[in-house]
């Protein structure tokens, strides 16, 4: 299964973005797909997941309350809704697919998308 991240974008600090990671195959209801981000020169940072049977969510304690994650069955995608932007959440952001919540090993990723908040 590829994985295709898409959606980044500039915005300004407030603002709203949503990303979109779409998966090339069938996506069985055990996957998880989880969101990363990493900004240059720092670790990359779990941001949150998805169980694709369950549709559950868990999510990282900075992106609580601002971010939420979906699942479009029909579409084949996972978005990633972030609200109330700040600087500190520029990166790229990556989608991969794994099993467990935030944890590995992780079967795809997506190639990353930049995010871009100004101040």
């Known amino acids: 299964v590829q994985l295709q991240a898409s959606g980044g974008g500039l915005v300004q600090a407030g603002g709203s973005l949503t990303l979109s990671c779409a998966a090339s195959?069938?996506?069985?209801?055990?996957?998880?797909m989880n969101w990363f981000r990493q900004d240059p020169g720092k670790e990359r940072e779990f941001v949150g997941s998805?169980?694709?049977?369950?549709?559950?969510?868990v999510y990282a304690d900075f992106a609580k309350g601002r971010f939420t994650i979906s699942r479009d069955t029909a579409k084949n995608s996972v978005n990633l809704q972030m609200n109330s932007l700040k600087p500190e959440d520029t990166a790229t952001y990556y989608c991969?697919?794994?099993?467990?919540?935030?944890?590995?090993?992780?079967?795809?990723w997506g190639q990353g998308t930049l995010v871009t908040v100004s101040s």
């Open positions: 991969a697919r794994s099993t467990t919540p935030g944890t590995g090993p992780f079967y795809s």
């Open positions: 195959g069938r996506l069985f209801s055990s996957a998880v």
């Open positions: 998805i169980r694709w049977g369950a549709g559950t969510t």
